[in-house]
């Protein structure tokens, strides 16, 4: 679909600066006319039989399978995760292509008796039509796919806003799309951003589900103006993510999954771990053996094999990460390391941010309680298990939890209490798969899940069908 805009912008490099490239702004009109063009392909795309939908779904699995290399290698540069995280990234794209291509020939709905004689009841699940996908930049490939495989594979027509950090990646990501053999306008993209872009978006009448991953505010703001239309309305938005560590934890496995969970990804991931709530026994042995696993991090371009931390995506993400060492340090938190700005060498060019550790945090610092996005987590000790999942569950956010313990006994009952829609034992916070639904619980979102066999419910709508073939009228609750 041809843009009209004339007005462009660039994409660029956090690590260095570097061009990617130039796209154009849509306008209000370019989004109603990507609409137009979903909507008129929804009409032919509903009634193409599942299976032949997921056939086109495989083909691109396939397609992404060759190009994991390049897409991966793209990322580096686009949103600076390092190799093997953007090459994950890439891999839950296809993981989620084959397994929603594949529900081409499930999409199950349910037969169930009818309560009078000679009548069949079933029930169905059907598309629903337009959906239009407001995606963030940190899982620049993986996300996008989560929202439009199970979208299209359900029969539905998608009108997809990328993160203007990430557009070069979504620009590849339709266009293989497009080369798997997806009619046109099944899928549409426009660029710009949530304000002008998105607003029109959520507002736009045609448009019948939005699935947004972003912030709480954007959330509100999405959930407040689709109200007008009606709009299905599907939030991922942001966590607060502890891991529990108890006194009777692997200790060394613990330090292994807080690095990976806390600074992964630069801390750029929802389900980050961005508080470790330790037991007392085990607090301060725990902080030397992370500090001392962290000091050993290599921060560097995502592209080069040896780096361990890529930069943080733009400078207004860099200046909101440090503003809350300040924050922390203010509030009385104890800096073990990190804090500050990286800028040695070539360094100097991106925006590194040393992985930051705080300890004696009290659970209602803003530290402990505020979303920061960043490589930052922030150490609370507690006395036993209770207090731990009081911590854990005492923030406004339910995403993702974890606990490493020994005891089973400790584990279930974690299993059962932490307030989070996801919670890992003996493993960080990160690492969903994409089988199993993925959201969260409290201000993380609205009730609705992605990924697995959740996902189909945000993007159908159940049909009930009763089927009378007594020949007669029979009146149901009535007649016997
Ligand atoms: C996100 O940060 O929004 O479990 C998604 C994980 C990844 C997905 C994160 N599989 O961390």
Redesign the pocket.
Known sequence: MAITGTETFESTSPADGETIGVFPRSTGEDVDRAVAAAKEAYAHWRLVPAPKRGEILYRFARILEGEKDALTELMTHEMGKVRAEAGGDVQ?AIDITYYMAGEGRRLFGQTTPSELPDKWNMSIRQPVGVVGAIT?W??PI??PSWKLIPALICGNTVVLKPATDTPALAERFVELLDEAGLPDGVVNIVYGGGSSVGDRMVRHPDIRVITL?GSRETGVKVLEAGAETLKHVHL?LGGKNAIIVMDDADLDLAVNGIVWSAFGTSGQ???AASRVIAHEKVYDALQKKLVAAVEKLRLGPGWEGDTDIGPVINKAALDKIHSYSKIGSDEGARLLTGGEVATEGDLARGFFYRPTIFADVDPQMRVAQEEIFGPVTALIKVRDADEAIRVSNGIKYGL?SSIFTRDVNTAFRAMRDLEAGITYVNAGT???EVHLP?GGTKDTGNGHREAGQAALDVFTEWKSIYVDYSGKLQRAQIDD
Request: with cysteine; hydrophobic share 30%; net charge negative.
């Open positions: 839950e963030p940190n899982f993986a996300i991953t991922e991931r929802c389900t993702s990160t690492g969903a993925f």
